[in-house]
């Protein structure tokens, strides 16, 4: 059983810094996994944001590029959102997630097996 628990979010102003952790438990590696981060704001679809691939490549959603960074921390089994430069659209509910996805698929959320519980980012003056 794969456990993942998001965590890190918060108010913040506009052009602020967060980071977003997600822990993967459960007796599995987070080297295992496609690890991604969707988020969803209010009224809308869960959206993709970025990826990291189990062979470390990443990708990113064209509005969060230059913004956002994906990283992993194999030793902690732990995968991050650093986001610099927030903007009031990126506030949203931010869902960690883990699944085994062709590179083809890693933008849908169907494609995943496993969700973090959410944590809420929220960016306003």
């Known amino acids: 059983q794969v456990q993942l628990e998001d965590s890190g979010g918060d108010l913040v102003p506009p052009g602020g810094s967060l980071t977003l952790s997600c822990a993967v438990g459960g007796s599995t590696s987070v080297r295992s996994w496609e690890m991604a981060w969707f988020r969803q704001a209010p009224g809308k679809e869960r959206e993709f944001v970025a990826t990291?691939?189990?062979?470390?490549?990443?990708y990113y959603e064209e509005s969060v590029k230059g913004r956002f960074t994906i990283s992993r921390d194999n030793a902690k089994n732990t995968v991050y959102l650093q986001m610099n430069s927030l903007r009031p659209e990126d506030t949203a509910v931010y869902y960690c997630a883990a699944g085994v996805i062709i590179l083809s698929g890693m933008r849908s959320a169907s494609g995943y097996r496993h969700w973090g519980q959410g944590t809420r980012v929220t960016v306003s003056s």
């Open positions: 990291i691939r189990r062979n470390s490549y990443t």
